[in-house]
Each structure stands twice: as C-alpha cells, then as structure tokens.
C-alpha cells in the first residue's frame, strides 16, 4: 500500500470520527471508528485524543498482529476488538463504535431496540446481536464482541454502547446512526400507544428484498 492510499484512509477515517461527534452520537472521549486496509494493516482513531477535532496525523495504523505501526500514537483501548472483528469477518472493512445516548440506554437496560418498527430499519439493520457484559479493553469483550457478530451487523454492548459493521466506512455509519434512530423510535412508539411492528410476512418480504438469508431471518 502507498503512503498516498494510507493517508486516504487516515482522513477517512478521522473524518467519520468527527462525523460521529458532530451528530452527537458520542462524546470527546468515547468510540472508534476503524476501516481494513491492504496488506493485513487497520487505520483507527487514536485515543486520548479530541474525537471532535481528530485530524488525520491522528489515526493510527495497526498491523494484524496488534503492533502499532504509528508508535507515536496511543492505539484506541479497543485496537483487540476491531482486529478480532476483522479476522472473524472477511467481509467487513468498516467498524464505528460509538455511544449514543438513547441506544446506550437500552444497552444499560437488557431491552430490546425493536428494528422491527420501520422497513428502514429492518432491512438495513436486521436483528442487533446482543454482547453480554466485559470489561472495555478486554480481550474477553473483543472474543464475545466477535463471535456475538458473526453475523449481525450491528450489536449492543451491556452496559457500554453499540457497534456496527460494514463494507464501507458509510454503510458502517449508517447503520450506527440508524440504530440510534431505531431505539428512539422503540422508546417514542412505547410512550405514544401499542407499537404495530411489521408482521412476519413482511419481515420475511424484507430479508428477500435485501438478499438476506432466510435461515438468519427474525432473529
């Protein structure tokens, strides 16, 4: 990989982190945002840093073994978990990790974030796996994070914050986003009256619609 391709995906990066922030779906301090690269290397934001302001000089590059290629640089806390998402999925090359406030919420609740409310939701999110509780940092969260995915493409975290995967760093956002939205919707839909979710007819019409598999359908 040049040093020119590098860079790109260093800017990308830092810019998807400032995204995050600038929507308020994290804060100063929380969440990474990672993307795969050639060469069995990962791009992914830095810590201790202003995740608001984080410039691409500030993202470090990782090697598949865990050494930081960017020594000046202090790897994200969760620099395990995203390269053991990599490892088990050979189809991701995105990871957002992030806190938003109303998803986090359900993740401090054991409660469901019903994807099935909206057709959106559903058919970009699916069914969000679910992490039970490990200490941040931890390569026990980073096995459970990894076998929890291995399907999904989006997950609660207990009591921590969510995560989601993704071709792209877009679709990976997107999909944090959306599943922000999705637990604003569960909580709006149960404090107005009776939620009305799609019925399994057209939850299975979405799998189809979307190629997703049917075995892996409603859960």
């Known amino acids: 990989m040049t040093q020119a391709t590098s860079q790109l995906h260093r800017k990308a990066v830092a810019s998807y982190m400032q995204r995050l922030y600038n929507k308020g779906l994290t804060t100063t301090s929380g969440g990474n945002v990672s993307c795969r690269l050639d060469g069995g290397l990962m791009a992914i934001s830095a810590s201790k840093l202003d995740k608001g302001n984080l410039r691409a000089d500030q993202v470090c590059i990782i090697a598949a073994n865990g050494r930081n290629m960017t020594p000046h640089l202090a790897a994200?806390?969760?620099?395990?978990?995203?390269?053991?998402?990599?490892?088990?999925?050979?189809?991701?090359r995105a990871i957002v990790h992030a806190h938003p406030v109303t998803a986090s919420a359900f993740?401090?609740?054991?409660?469901?974030?019903?994807?099935?409310?909206?057709?959106?939701?559903?058919?970009i999110l699916g069914d969000p796996a679910w992490i039970p509780y490990a200490l941040m940092g931890t390569p026990q969260l980073a096995k459970q994070v990894a076998d929890?995915?291995?399907?999904?493409?989006?997950?609660?975290?207990?009591?921590?914050?969510?995560?989601?995967v993704g071709k792209t760093l877009l679709e990976a956002?997107?999909?944090?986003?959306?599943?922000?939205?999705?637990?604003?919707?569960?909580?709006?839909?149960?404090?107005?009256?009776?939620?009305?979710?799609?019925?399994?007819?057209?939850?299975?019409?979405?799998?189809?619609?979307?190629?997703?598999?049917?075995e892996n359908a409603n859960g």
Do not use: W
């Open 148 to 164: 929890g995915m291995a399907e999904a493409v989006c997950a609660l975290m207990e009591n921590h914050g969510v995560i989601t």
């Open 76 to 92: 994200s806390i969760e620099t395990e978990l995203h390269l053991a998402i990599y490892a088990a999925r050979p189809d991701v």
């Open 107 to 123: 993740c401090a609740t054991r409660t469901r974030i019903d994807t099935h409310l909206t057709a959106e939701a559903y058919a």
């Open 173 to 214: 956002f997107d999909r944090l986003e959306l599943l922000e939205v999705a637990a604003k919707h569960t909580l709006l839909v149960r404090q107005i009256g009776t939620p009305s979710p799609l019925t399994p007819e057209r939850l299975d019409e979405l799998d189809v619609f979307v190629g997703r598999k049917k």
